[in-house]
């Protein structure tokens, strides 16, 4: 597991989960707000626990196909406050997204960016990708600050995916490819 993310900034320590987050990790979970731009819902604890043990049992995977989701812990706390992570694009199938989600507590302190910013250093310094992308509801203006702020550009809208995936319709695809960003 040495190619996974664990690394420390000065506020934020980021590394793979490990079994011994799972309760953590399902109470921040339970925020229902949290979901307001998430294609899921708020699970119960047995079906947090097949997720959870499934972004474990991810970091074992070889190759291009992979779905890597780190925990954000603050340093001075402890405390777990969120996740970061790189992967597939379920739809576009040679994309790979970077995502972020802090808990509200954290709110409006530049963590989701701070961790968005290590995880695209990550996937172009350790994972070798020329480019990466991500994908924003038009209305979450804070994670389109995020994403703008590490030098992603609009490419266009989502429109006319397969029913699987026709959630995403009408969000905003960014990218950003290597030689753009700065570390």
Not at 13 to 35: E, H, N, V
Not at 39 to 54: K, R
Not at 131 to 146: F, G, H, T, Y
Request: hydrophobic share 35%; net charge negative; aromatic share 16%.
């Amino acid at each position: 597991m040495n190619h996974l993310l664990d690394t420390k900034t000065d506020r934020l320590y980021i590394r793979p989960y490990r079994t011994d987050d799972f309760d953590k990790s399902f109470s921040l979970m339970q925020d229902k707000d949290l979901y307001r731009f998430l294609h899921f819902d708020v699970m119960n604890y047995v079906e947090y626990q097949g997720l959870f043990n499934w972004l474990i049992q991810s970091y074992e995977s070889k190759g291009m196909d992979f779905k890597y989701s780190f925990a954000i812990i603050l340093n001075e706390t402890n405390q777990l406050i969120g996740w970061v992570g790189v992967g597939n694009l379920d739809f576009l199938q040679d994309e790979k997204e970077i995502y972020y989600l802090v808990g509200q507590d954290h709110w409006g302190k530049g963590f989701a960016y701070e961790a968005a910013q290590e995880v695209v250093n990550y996937s172009f310094n350790t994972l070798g990708l020329s480019r990466v992308v991500a994908k924003v509801a038009p209305e979450n203006l804070a994670s389109k600050r995020i994403i703008e702020k590490l030098g992603f550009k609009f490419e266009y809208e989502l429109n006319n995916l397969p029913e699987e995936h026709a959630e995403c319709n009408g969000e905003l695809l960014y990218s950003l490819d290597k030689q753009d960003f700065s570390s």
